[in-house]
């Protein structure tokens, strides 16, 4: 016992601040690996457009600044406008789907069924071009994200429905008991612990939104693949354009990623 | 149970439906009846869980019932304000009326009538069931406020009162996520009080809690009985039933047994069931 306890007294805290500064090592070791093999594949893939000289450099400060700024502002209009409706949607969808009415559950099915049976590129131009045909004609922004809160909207509905289900029945019987009516319960009690349930996955739809709404520029909406195209075929650097329109999206999504990280780790903090 | 905060109305004779033995005298601090239970039948698909209860609880009294698991006590105290649908019976509580229509359950006019009984009959529940999206103090005023329209600033005053009283104005700011157990329930027992109902439902209000922490929500509820709160308690508290207990009822398989003072029913029971069950309740 006294030779544990000496050995222990002599050599304890010392092992202990090893094992830290080891696991230190090995943290900062794998941290620098990843940031140089990144570099490693970036300057890789320069090196392989300057070989092809397909980056041209002129363009990019020429056209550039307008897809970043413009396409990028209309990209994001569009993405924010859409997970807004998408979200209102898919809260009225999965109160349809959880209805015992059956109009609304027919309804609500249906919606969710012909969305997510069909291409989102095709509902895109069945409202942008077949709308017309019945009186109903839209400009190409309110159309784009119209398309956009119904594609999204049918598969958040799902997401959303097991948000509602996920909120514990216990919530439920005690809004009963204390004599609050359906509606009053459903918007008071389940929709915002179903919400927090869900952030997460909104989150995750936004930052695919963002690239998905690259689908709108079929409809000559402004935003960053159209412009992209568009210069780079007047310029003749359609490679270097839509190399910027790759790195617009690809910079929109880490930053939302990084966005919804946080969130999500707020979110879970909370919970406890 | 006698204490000074109770009135006194005297001897009266104890009648055939009060629960009490006929020709035996009331306690002197009970009123009216304000709980009646009739003929109360339930089926859960083919299993017939409560075989015709007949049950009267009268103003300030304290009703425990006690059985083991599988007896219906739950379900008698969840049909009592319907969130079970009972098959076939009455149910009364502060003069509202209703019968058991399963078949028409999710009409508007039975799901009023059962609304107004839930603002008459508080519920506890095993699991608490607070929000835990609203701050305590939030948890005791949304269905006052949003169910019976009571202004903010009454509202928020009535909350602190009982929370108050439960002894937990101190927490009125925090989440339900940072208390434990038996603050939870605790702070459920005032959400429920700050409807000031006519009578409070217990659902084995302790069994989900560490044992160290049962004693304060025990506590809380012994002080309603004595303060004349009508209440209906599921529980497996014996010690806690002989203390604060107007009257215990024991019921097994979906029927009552036998009922009266917890003095009668715990110590010197008549029917061999309630033995049996008090025996192997000892043992354990």
């Known amino acids: 016992?006294?030779?544990?306890?000496?050995?222990?007294a002599i050599r304890g805290a010392p092992i202990v601040e090893q094992i830290a500064a080891a696991r230190?090592?090995?943290?900062?070791?794998?941290?620098?690996t990843f940031v140089f093999v990144w570099l490693v594949i970036i300057l890789g893939i320069g090196l392989a457009l300057a070989v092809a000289d397909a980056w041209d450099w002129?363009?990019?400060?020429?056209?550039g600044p307008i897809i970043v700024l413009q396409g990028a502002g209309i990209t994001l209009l569009l993405s924010v406008a859409s997970i807004i409706g998408a979200t209102i949607l898919a809260v009225l969808g999965a109160i349809g789907r959880l209805s015992s009415n059956p109009v609304a559950y027919a309804v609500a099915s249906f919606y969710v069924s012909l969305i997510r049976g069909t291409p989102l590129l095709v509902q895109i131009y069945l409202i942008y071009f077949a709308l017309p045909q019945l009186g109903i004609v839209l400009p190409a922004i309110p159309a784009g994200i119209l398309a956009l809160s119904l594609n999204y909207g049918a598969y958040m509905t799902e997401i959303f429905r097991a948000g509602i289900q996920a909120v514990p029945r216990g919530q439920r019987e005690a809004a009963q008991a204390l004599g609050m009516p359906e509606r009053l319960y459903?918007?008071?009690?389940?929709?915002?612990?179903?919400?927090?349930?869900?952030?997460?996955?909104i989150g995750n739809d936004f930052v695919a939104m963002l690239k998905d709404s690259a689908l709108v520029?079929?409809?000559?909406?402004?935003?960053?693949?159209?412009?992209?195209?568009?210069?780079?075929?007047?310029?003749f650097e359609p490679v270097t354009a839509l190399l910027i329109a790759a790195l617009v999206y690809w910079a929109l999504t880490i930053i939302f990623s990084v966005f919804q990280e946080r969130l999500e780790r707020r979110m879970a903090r909370g919970d406890q | 149970m006698t204490d000074a905060r109770l009135?006194?109305?005297?001897?009266?004779?104890?009648?055939?439906?009060?629960?009490?033995?006929?020709?035996?005298?009331?306690?002197?601090?009970?009123?009216?009846?304000?709980?009646?239970?009739?003929?109360?039948?339930?089926?859960?698909?083919?299993?017939?869980?409560?075989?015709?209860?007949?049950?009267?609880?009268?103003?300030r009294e304290a009703v425990m019932i006690i059985g083991r698991s599988?007896?219906?006590?739950?379900?008698?105290?969840?049909?009592?304000?319907?969130?079970?649908?009972?098959?076939?019976?009455?149910?009364?509580?502060?003069?509202?009326?209703?019968?058991?229509?399963?078949?028409?359950?999710?009409?508007?006019?039975?799901?009023?009538?059962?609304?107004?009984?839930?603002?008459?009959?508080?519920?506890?529940?095993?699991?608490?069931?607070?929000?835990?999206?609203?701050?305590?103090?939030?948890?005791?005023?949304?269905?006052?406020?949003?169910?019976?329209?009571?202004?903010?600033?009454?509202?928020?005053?009535?909350?602190?009162?009982?929370?108050?009283?439960?002894?937990?104005?101190?927490?009125?700011?925090?989440?339900?996520?940072?208390?434990?157990?038996?603050?939870?329930?605790?702070?459920?027992?005032?959400?429920?009080?700050?409807?000031?109902?006519k009578v409070l439902l217990f659902d084995e209000p302790t069994s989900a809690l560490d044992p160290e922490l049962i004693g304060e929500v025990l506590l809380v509820m012994e002080d309603l009985a004595h303060e004349g709160t009508t209440m209906i308690v599921v529980t497996h508290e014996m010690h806690f039933a002989q203390e604060a207990a107007d009257r215990v009822v024991f019921m097994e398989d979906g029927v009552v047994i036998e009922q009266g003072p917890p003095e009668q029913v715990l110590n010197d029971p008549r029917h061999e069931e309630t033995t049996h069950f008090l025996r192997r309740f000892l043992d354990r």
């Open chain 1, 1 to 8: 016992m006294t030779v544990g306890a000496d050995s222990e």
């Open chain 2, 7 to 59: 009135p006194d109305l005297g001897p009266r004779p104890a009648s055939a439906e009060s629960g009490y033995d006929a020709g035996s005298e009331l306690p002197t601090h009970v009123g009216e009846p304000i709980v009646k239970v009739e003929k109360l039948e339930k089926y859960f698909g083919s299993n017939h869980v409560l075989r015709g209860v007949d049950l009267e609880v009268r103003q």
């Open chain 2, 70 to 197: 599988g007896s219906g006590k739950t379900t008698l105290l969840r049909c009592i304000n319907f969130l079970e649908e009972p098959t076939v019976g009455w149910v009364e509580v502060d003069g509202v009326r209703l019968q058991a229509d399963p078949l028409r359950a999710r009409s508007r006019p039975h799901q009023e009538k059962i609304r107004q009984i839930r603002l008459r009959a508080g519920m506890l529940f095993q699991e608490f069931n607070l929000f835990p999206h609203m701050s305590v103090l939030d948890n005791c005023t949304e269905a006052p406020m949003r169910v019976s329209g009571v202004r903010r600033d009454e509202a928020v005053t009535r909350a602190e009162g009982y929370l108050d009283k439960v002894g937990l104005l101190e927490k009125r700011d925090e989440y339900p996520a940072r208390l434990s157990g038996g603050q939870k329930q605790r702070v459920a027992i005032a959400r429920a009080l700050c409807m000031e109902p």
């Open chain 1, 217 to 235: 520029s079929t409809i000559t909406v402004h935003e960053t693949l159209f412009l992209a195209q568009r210069l780079g075929r007047s310029t």
């Open chain 1, 58 to 63: 002129e363009f990019a400060f020429r056209s």
């Open chain 1, 186 to 201: 459903m918007r008071r009690i389940v929709l915002p612990q179903a919400v927090r349930i869900v952030i997460p996955a």
């Open chain 1, 24 to 32: 230190r090592a090995l943290t900062l070791r794998f941290r620098l």
